[in-house]
Structure formats: C-alpha cells, structure tokens
C-alpha cells in the first residue's frame, strides 16, 4: 500500500502547487478558465488517444465492464432523480452532480490503483473505456446543448463528435481494436503531450481552492454531500452485490470491481464543469472530498476482500 500512499502525495502536490501559485499572486484568476481550455480541448484528447490506443482490447472489454457499467449508472441515476425531483436543480447542474456521483478517476488514480492493489494495470481499462466512450459522450451532449443551446438533432450530434475528448478516444480505441502498433516516432510525442494534462488539471485544480471555502452554505453543499456518499459509499456497494450475486465473479474480479467502484471523482468532472461553466463547485468539492475520502474505503477494502 505504500505506493498507494505515494499516488495521494503526488496529487496532493500538484493541487497544493496550484492552489499556492493562486494565493501567491503567481497567475490571477484568468488563468483557470485558461488552463480549462488548454487541458480540455488540446492535452486530454493526446492523454486519453494514447492510454486506449496501447490498452489491450481483451482487457478492455473484460467481464467487469457491466458490473462498473451498471453500478455507475445506478449512482447517477439516483442523484438525477433526488437533484430533478426533490431539489428542482436545472438539467445541466443535474448532470454535472450525476457525474460527481459516479464517474471515477481510473486513469491517474485508477491505474497505480489497480497496479498496487489488484496486481494489473490493465484491471482499470474497461471502466476507463466506459467513461470515455459512454458517459462522457452523454454528459457532454446534453451540457453543449443546454449550454451553448444546441437545438436540433444535427448540431448535437456534430457538436458532440467533433468534441476533442470524444475524438481523441473513438480514435485510440479504433487503433486498439484495428491491432495498429504506433511507432515511437508517432507515439512517443503523443504521450509527451498527453501527460502534461494530468498535473495540468491539478494544478487548475488547485487554484480554484483558492479563497473559496469547502462546503460553504449556498455553494451546493447538500450535492455535494449526497454525491459523495453515493461515490464512497454506495458504488462499491453495489458493485459488489451485483458482482457476488448477479454475475457470480470469482473472488479476485469481484475484489478489483469493487475497488475500481470505489475510486474517487474524477478531475475531468471538475473539467467538464469548468469548461461549461455549470456546477463548478459542486465538481471541485466533491473531487477533493472523495479523493481524501477513499483512502480509508480502500484500506478497508483491501482488509477485508483483499
């Protein structure tokens, strides 16, 4: 567990970088929406081409894809249903905190996660897979159209594939599926841009702590609340009934679909947010608390399914 602990230190940081450079005067606040934009539309596409064009296809669509499938939606689902019906939240806010509720880091958290945990990075790939090629789709559609007020059918569907994220990953999954090898002399730069977003959406991250209390009244704290007990709480707990007595996983799948269940938010919902300018602070507060959340919900995983 000691890398594990060694991945909280690395994020921790870069956030915490981010947040001084914010205090200190070192970038003002023009740069959030900046580095939003720079993340979202250059950087992530290369980061998300490269991670799903090197995946094994195997692994990708692997048994635990329903399970992480079907327990994610179920958590997005019921924060749709209690923002909608019970606290009147406008659709777009809806699914910024359907997100927050059961979209995970399973790329830069997931992956040493499942490295040091479950024994194999590749544990991480179909939920990653997943994400990339269902949710995010979905989410980004509907906030480009209730947004940037996409009416039609033809401005949503444009809108949505010629989005850099869902361009970068349909193409890295076409690559992996086709059996290309990519050279070096094509890969290798790709990469080199593709992890520079990752500290990049840290460090955004951090700067929006910046003279903004966790948790203040008015800012979406009952969201906030409610997302992340149905992240920490509620997924792994599904994933594993559903994985122990729906679809009968031997004991090593059902312990790492359960800790894939229990990752944190991930930074590319406070991304989203950001760059639809919808629930930004939901997004963060629930990112940093399920971050900081799930290191107990791991260890107590790995104590008693480990």
């Given at each position: 567990m000691g890398?594990?602990?060694?991945?909280f230190a690395v994020i921790a940081l870069a956030v915490f970088v981010g947040w001084l450079a914010g205090r200190t005067g070192v970038v003002g606040p023009e740069a959030r929406p900046i580095l939003a934009r720079l993340t979202f539309s250059v950087l992530a596409p290369f980061l998300l081409f490269s991670v799903l064009a090197t995946a094994d296809v195997r692994a990708l669509f692997s048994v635990l894809l329903p399970v992480?499938?079907?327990?994610?939606?179920?958590m997005m689902l019921v924060f749709g249903l209690?923002?909608?019906l019970v606290w009147r939240r406008d659709l777009a806010r809806t699914v910024v905190g359907s997100l927050a509720s059961g979209y995970v880091n399973g790329n830069n958290f997931g992956i040493p996660i499942a490295v040091y945990m479950l024994g194999d990075a590749a544990y991480s790939a179909p939920i990653?897979?997943?994400?990339?090629?269902?949710?995010?789709?979905?989410?980004?559609?509907?906030?480009?159209?209730?947004?940037?007020?996409r009416t039609s059918a033809v401005q949503i569907v444009r809108g949505t594939f010629t989005?850099?994220?869902?361009?970068?990953?349909?193409?890295?999954?076409?690559v992996a599926v086709a059996g290309i090898e990519l050279p070096p002399i094509v890969l290798e730069p790709v990469e080199l841009l593709g992890h520079a977003a990752v500290p990049l959406m840290l460090i955004?991250?951090?700067?929006?702590l910046n003279g903004r209390r966790m948790l203040a009244a008015g800012s979406g704290r009952r969201e906030v609340l409610l997302a992340s007990t149905l992240k920490l709480v509620a997924m792994p707990a599904v994933a594993w009934l559903l994985g122990r007595f729906v679809f009968g996983l031997d004991d090593t799948a059902l312990y790492a679909v359960t800790v894939l269940a229990a990752l944190p938010t991930a930074q590319n919902v406070f991304n989203f947010a950001q760059r639809y300018d919808t629930a930004e602070i939901v997004a963060r507060d629930t990112v940093f608390i399920t971050t900081i959340g799930c290191l107990p919900v791991l260890l107590a995983l790995a104590l008693l399914l480990g």
């Open positions: 890398s594990v602990f060694t991945g992480s499938a079907l327990a994610a939606v179920a209690v923002a909608m990653v897979l997943l994400q990339l090629l269902l949710f995010a789709p979905v989410a980004l559609a509907i906030l480009g159209a209730r947004v940037e007020g989005n850099p994220i869902i361009v970068g990953s349909l193409a890295g999954v076409a955004s991250f951090g700067l929006s």
